[in-house]
């Protein structure tokens, strides 16, 4: 098992730069991802990359704008998030997906973004 731990949300304004953190537990060869959920509506994917970063994997909504990567070394995985917008506004949530597994497995409370107009 691993445990992560999301940080690095807050309230900015829209065209603002934030970067979301994902502290795991211990080194890792799992996929790492990014998920998303606003008020009234679904979690949706928002960013994933392989245990090496050799693929990355972006939400339509928010390709060019978002950036995934990850530190092996620091046991970290990162979104950094440029030009937002209001709609970008939602709880942020850090998941790891196991080798073995189709889906994601472990997951964190998740760090809140809002941005405002």
């Known amino acids: 098992q691993v445990q992560v731990v999301e940080s690095g949300g807050g309230l900015v304004q829209a065209g603002d730069s934030l970067r979301l953190s994902c502290a795991a537990s211990?080194?890792?060869?799992?996929?790492m991802g990014w998920f998303r959920q606003a008020p009234g509506k679904e979690r949706e994917f928002v960013a994933g990359?392989?245990?090496?970063?050799?693929?990355?994997d972006y939400a339509d909504s928010i390709k060019d704008r978002f950036t995934i990567s990850r530190d092996n070394a620091e046991n970290t995985v990162y979104l950094q998030m440029n030009s937002l917008k209001p709609e970008d506004t939602a709880v942020y949530y850090c998941a790891a997906r196991s080798l073995s597994s189709d889906e994601y497995d472990y997951w964190g409370q998740g760090t809140q973004v809002t941005v405002s107009s």
């Open positions: 211990r080194r890792t060869l799992y996929t």
């Open positions: 990359i392989t245990w090496n970063g050799g693929s990355r």
